[in-house]
């Protein structure tokens, strides 16, 4: 399976998805930490993906999603955006009901 190909199962498979540097306990960046204290705050699940322990990706997933830094938030497929975008659309309020509605549509499929 080419890097290409395992990246796009991950946004397939994962309804909420973080690209982050480190892990949501462990967060190894400021940026990848703030992003992870916003989505955490709205009460959703989210699946992560280290980009240090996969630097393959970490390599590729720029190209793909044309967006050159990290974290990256991906939500039912769709780049939200990175760390400043999270961290705007959790003050507005408008992130909460984002990943409420994708997790709810989600558990509907299930």
Partial sequence: MSTV????RQIAEN???LYMKGSPKLPSCG???QAV??????GERFAYV???QNPDIRAELP???NWPTFP???VDGELVGGCDIIVEMFQRGELQPLLKETAEKYKEAE
């Fill in 50 to 52: 280290d980009i240090l």
């Fill in 31 to 33: 940026f990848s930490a």
């Fill in 63 to 65: 190209k793909i999603a």
């Fill in 15 to 17: 309804p909420i998805l």
């Fill in 5 to 8: 190909e395992k990246i796009q």
């Fill in 37 to 42: 204290q916003a989505l955490s705050a709205c």
């Fill in 72 to 74: 990256q938030l991906w």
